[in-house]
Nanobody, 126 residues
Framework: QVQLEESGGGSAQAGGSLRLSCVASGRTFSNYAMAWFRQTPGKERAFVAAIGRGGGSKDYSDSVKGRFNISRDNAKNTVYLQMNSLKPEDTAAYYC???????????????????WGQGTQVTVSS
């Protein structure tokens, strides 16, 4: 069992930055590929970014590529999402996810991830 806790959400102006953190506890963090998804009311959870177990593999949705950066610190059991040049359409609840079955690379598919955090809200105003 892995527990995930996100932090760092809040409000920002368009063009601003926020950094989300997700701390994992319970199992060996480096055994999990990690990802961030986001969701707005009435819509399905959408892939944002993912990072492989060792940090060498990364993937981003087209909507955030070039603006967001995912990273991880396995010594601190933490994955980060640095969000720059924020846009109002980035407003959503952001969820951290851990996938034990993703042995190589990353995945954009929510069902490949086994554990989820409770989410943190990001609101971007124009």
């Amino acid at each position: 069992q892995v527990q995930l806790e996100e932090s760092g959400g809040g409000s920002a102006q368009a063009g601003g930055s926020l950094r989300l953190s997700c701390v994992a506890s319970g199992r060996t963090f480096s055994n999990y590929a990690m990802a961030w998804f986001r969701q707005t009311p009435g819509k399905e959870r959408a892939f944002v970014a993912a990072i492989g177990r060792g940090g060498g593999s990364k993937d981003y949705s087209d909507s955030v590529k070039g603006r967001f950066n995912i990273s991880r610190d396995n010594a601190k059991n933490t994955v980060y999402l640095q969000m720059n040049s924020l846009k109002p359409e980035d407003t959503a609840a952001y969820y951290c996810a851990a996938g034990a079955r993703i042995l190589v690379g990353v995945s954009r598919t929510p069902s490949r991830y086994d554990y989820w955090g409770q989410g943190t809200q990001v609101t971007v105003s124009s």
